[in-house]
């Protein structure tokens, strides 16, 4: 079963209570202008399901240090990583149509290092809820399905376009989930061990969303986060 019923938050300090924030537009620039800056550059694949991971010198190329730079934004990561924080060495870019979501899961699998992490989850253009948007579970509902036991494995695969071994990350669930229809540059935030995926797409229109992860600045996976890209 699917609600709609996940309301863009105000009070941006709920995401350690809450575990995730949904926040309204707030990369809505920065959408546009990537989406300009890779329109017909990316190719085209028989299943519908195009996915493109941009590492180190393809986030400048393509502009992505800008989500890193937007200042509404620097400030709710002070709020959240009080002794600082370093961002994610790579992007994945998402174009689903047609096709079967991401099975459920958290994220904090596919990292080595015991600090949490953020996911930063934006929706580059229009996704109404028949094109496959994010859904999430709160803090305490994911406690109940992602287990200690769970969280502790380590999956060796966070490659979007060589995604092998991944069915090791996938939970089953028991209750509802919550998602909504996102206008171009919503955003969620959301804590490494928080339950999520994305809903099946039964439209043939692009659902576009592009992701990255923000930690703490000690004790960090370094295969994933560099000094390169820091507060």
């Known amino acids: 079963m699917i609600t709609e019923n996940i309301d863009y938050d105000l009070d941006t300090t709920s995401i350690h209570d809450k575990g995730f924030l949904l926040l309204k537009s707030i990369f809505k620039q920065e959408a546009q202008d990537f ?9 085209a694949t028989s299943d519908n399901r195009h996915q493109k991971a941009f590492f180190n010198n393809d986030i400048e ?3 992505l240090t800008s989500f890193f730079k937007n200042q509404d934004f620097k400030k709710i990561l002070h709020n959240i990583f009080l002794d600082g924080y370093v961002f994610s ?22 990292f080595d290092q015991p600090n949490p992490l953020i996911t930063v989850w934006v ?10 948007p994010l859904y999430i579970l709160t803090k305490n509902e994911s406690k109940h399905i992602a287990t200690n036991e769970y969280l502790t494995q380590k999956i060796n695969s966070n490659d979007a376009t060589n995604n092998k071994g991944w069915e090791k990350a996938v939970l089953n669930l028991d209750i509802p989930v919550k998602t909504r229809e996102l206008t171009t540059g919503d955003c969620y ?5 928080v339950v ?15 992701d990255f992860r923000v930690t703490g600045s000690t004790d960090y996976d370094k295969r994933w986060f560099t000094t390169q890209y820091t507060n």
Do not use: W
């Open 89 to 110: 060495n790579n992007f994945f870019y998402r174009d689903f149509k047609k096709c079967q979501g991401t099975r459920a899961h958290a994220d904090h699998v596919y």
């Open 35 to 43: 989406l300009a800056i890779i329109k017909n550059t990316l190719p």
């Open 189 to 193: 935030l959301f804590l490494s061990d």
């Open 196 to 210: 999520h995926g994305t809903l099946d797409s039964k439209s043939f229109a692009s659902r576009l969303s592009i």
């Open 61 to 63: 190329k393509f502009g």
């Open 123 to 132: 929706a580059l253009s229009e996704i109404t809820l028949d094109m496959g």
